[in-house]
């Protein structure tokens, strides 16, 4: 049980300075061609270092639930990232916009006529 609180301990004390750094992290600069930043890139480290103790059904769990959680959230920065264009006004009948959401699949736009 002593080993088990120290290792407890231990863990909860790299997990405060981990997210002392991961702030610093969203706070430094980075590149604008790269799409993840250092802080995406180690939760996602963080991420893989845990399911990797999983078993196989946990970690499939956490597949389907990752899957689902990054589609939701997709859809929400959908909503609040505005869109780019321009407006052009036309006879022609109005398009109708869907929104297809699917694991893996969030946010897609696909445009239908009348």
């Known amino acids: 049980m002593r080993e088990f ?6 863990y909860s004390l790299a997990m405060s300075l981990f ?13 604008p061609d790269e799409p993840r930043g250092p802080a995406a890139k180690a939760f ?8 990797d103790q999983f078993g196989e059904t946990l970690r499939s ?9 990054r589609g939701a959230v997709s859809l929400a920065f ?4 505005p869109t780019v264009g321009k407006v052009e006004w036309t006879s022609e ?5 869907v ?7 969030a946010g897609r736009r696909e445009h239908y006529g009348r």
């Open 44 to 51: 996602d480290e963080i991420s893989h270092a845990t399911q």
């Open 99 to 105: 929104v297809i959401v699917g694991l893996g699949d």
């Open 61 to 69: 769990f956490f597949r389907m639930m990752d899957n689902v959680q």
């Open 19 to 31: 997210g002392l750094k991961q702030a610093e992290n969203l706070l430094t600069r980075t590149d």
């Open 5 to 10: 609180t120290k290792s407890l301990l231990s």
């Open 78 to 81: 959908s909503f609040l990232t």
């Open 93 to 97: 009948p109005p398009q109708h916009e």
